[in-house]
Each structure stands twice: as structure tokens, then as C-alpha cells.
């Protein structure tokens, strides 16, 4: 059974950083495209970034480029965000998101479909 475990959420105030890991355990993690997605209140989830198995071709929400960084650490099973100059509308709980691609390591699906694991989320405030 594949289990996803984010952590590093919290609050802080605009312009200040913060960093999101996702630990994953089952599975081979080499063989999981991961994303990072978020949802704020009363708003769907949106994809923020995702990275392929092998940890190329990262992916970014347009708007977020620049902002954040996605990477991977396949020895350690984690996945990372790091977000940068955060601004009150970036407040929001953050998932993360395994897909199973071990046939294509280079692809980073966008889509929420496209990503059959999630994890519990964590809650990330920017304050003004």
C-alpha cells in the first residue's frame, strides 16, 4: 500500500519561505511521477508542480514560476517544495500526489486524474 506523508507546512508572512516535504512509502519510488497540488478556501485543488520519476523535467504552474521548486530525493523517497517569496494568495493546503509511471520516467502529469495516491495535505497561511 502506497502511503504519502507531507510535512512543513505552517504559517508565515508574506515575502518569507517555506519548505514542504513529502516522505512515500510502498512501492518503488523511482517509479512514481510526484506532484504538488493546493487547494485554498472555498476553491478547487490546482497543480502546482510535479516532477518526473527520475527527477527531470520539472513542471510548474505558470504563475508560480520562479516562486517555487519542486525536487526529489529518490534515494530518501521524498519529495520537496520549496517556496519562496510567498504571498497571502498563496495560502492554501498543500497535497501531495503519486502517479505510477514507471513506463514513461520522464513524464510529469499535470493533472489531478492523472495521480493515483494523495497524501493528507498540509496547511500552509501567508499572513500580509
Known amino acids: 500500500q502506497v502511503q504519502l506523508v507531507e510535512s512543513g507546512g505552517g504559517q508565515v508572512q508574506a515575502g518569507g519561505s517555506l519548505g514542504l516535504s513529502c516522505v512515500v512509502s510502498?512501492?518503488?519510488?523511482?517509479?512514481?511521477?510526484m506532484g504538488w497540488f493546493r487547494q485554498a478556501p472555498g476553491q478547487g485543488r490546482e497543480f502546482v508542480a510535479a516532477i518526473s520519476g527520475l527527477g527531470g523535467n520539472p513542471y510548474y504552474k505558470d504563475s508560480l514560476k520562479g516562486r517555487f521548486t519542486i525536487s526529489r530525493n529518490n534515494a530518501k523517497n521524498t519529495v520537496l517544495l520549496q517556496m519562496n517569496n510567498l504571498k497571502p494568495e498563496d495560502t492554501a493546503v498543500y497535497y501531495c500526489?503519486?502517479?505510477?509511471?514507471?513506463?514513461?520516467?520522464?513524464?510529469?502529469?499535470?493533472?489531478?486524474?492523472?495521480?493515483?495516491?494523495w497524501g493528507q495535505g498540509t496547511q500552509v497561511t501567508v499572513s500580509s
Open positions: 510502498g512501492g518503488t519510488f523511482s517509479d512514481y511521477a
Open positions: 500526489a503519486a502517479g505510477d509511471y514507471r513506463h514513461n520516467s520522464f513524464y510529469t502529469p499535470a493533472s489531478e486524474n492523472e495521480y493515483e495516491y
